[in-house]
Structures are given as C-alpha cells and as structure tokens.
C-alpha cells in the first residue's frame, strides 16, 4: 500500500476530508502530483476538477514539484535602498539562475514585496528561514548552509 493510499484511508471518504487529505499528501511530498490528485478524486468520488480547485484555491499546497532551494528577496523600498537587488543579483551570478525563473528545478529564487521587517533589511528567506540585514559579501554564507 502507497503512502498515499494510507493517508486516504485515514479519513472517511466525505468531501469535507478532502481539504485535510490534500493537505497531508501535500506535506508528505511537497506537492500534490497529478497522480495523487487522481486517487484523491477516485477516493471522495469527485471530478478530478474538484481537486484541481482545491489545490489552487489554498497557497499552502502545491501541485508542482518544488525546487530543492527556494530564497525570497525583499524588495520593499527599506530593503531595496540597503541593496537587496545588488543581493538578487549576486544570487544569479551565484547559481546562474533568474529571479523569477519558475522551470529550474533546483533553485527558485523570487523577489518578494515588503515583509514588515523592514528595519532589518535587506532581508532574505531561505526555505522559510529569515535571514536579516544581509549583505552581498554575507548572502555567500547564509546560502552555504543550504547547498
Ligand atoms: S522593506 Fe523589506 S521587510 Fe520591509
């Protein structure tokens, strides 16, 4: 039996479960595959639509496969002002990557709007981990603890 079907069979198979199972499978593997989504769907007796618009309607569950390193940059006017598009910048150089590239596989780096710490900027998320008043010459650091 699959870890998908375990988690399935976890729960009753009633449409309000269907929000809590994609959210486990999503937890499980980072993502919804196209694959799980269709059990799911055999599962709760539902067009795979349904699914689909479930997935999509909550940020927090993916239906892509995310990249391995996920860093967000700051760009609000406090951290732009202490250089955060020079550390975006680095950062492309560093891995040969675009900031909102979406097909690499490996690194997704996206540039963020303010996130309310603006009196510790530049700041920078690394997989959910905050990062504060980073520097150009400090980002290589940080990004060798991830690599
Ligand atoms: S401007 Fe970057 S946290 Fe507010």
Redesign the pocket.
């Known amino acids: 039996m699959s870890t998908v079907e375990k988690i399935l069979l976890e729960f009753e198979p009633e449409t309000r479960n269907l929000l809590p199972v994609l959210k486990r499978i999503s937890a499980a593997f980072g993502y919804v595959s196209q694959k799980d989504a269709q059990k799911a769907a055999k599962y709760f007796d539902l067009p795979l639509s349904r699914v689909y618009e479930t997935v999509s309607f909550y940020d927090l569950i993916n239906i892509k496969k995310q990249p391995e390193l996920t860093i967000e940059v ?1 760009s ?4 732009a002002v202490n250089g ?1 598009f020079e550390i975006i910048r680095e950062i492309e150089n560093l891995f040969h990557v675009k900031a909102g590239d979406e097909n690499n596989p490996r690194i997704k780096l996206e540039i963020i709007s ?5 009196g ?4 920078v998320v690394v997989n959910g981990k905050v990062y504060t008043k980073v520097t150009v010459s400090g980002v290589h650091g940080i990004l060798k603890e991830w690599v």
Do not use: H, M
């Open positions: 700051c609000g006017t406090n951290c955060s303010c996130l309310g710490q603006c510790e900027g530049p700041v």
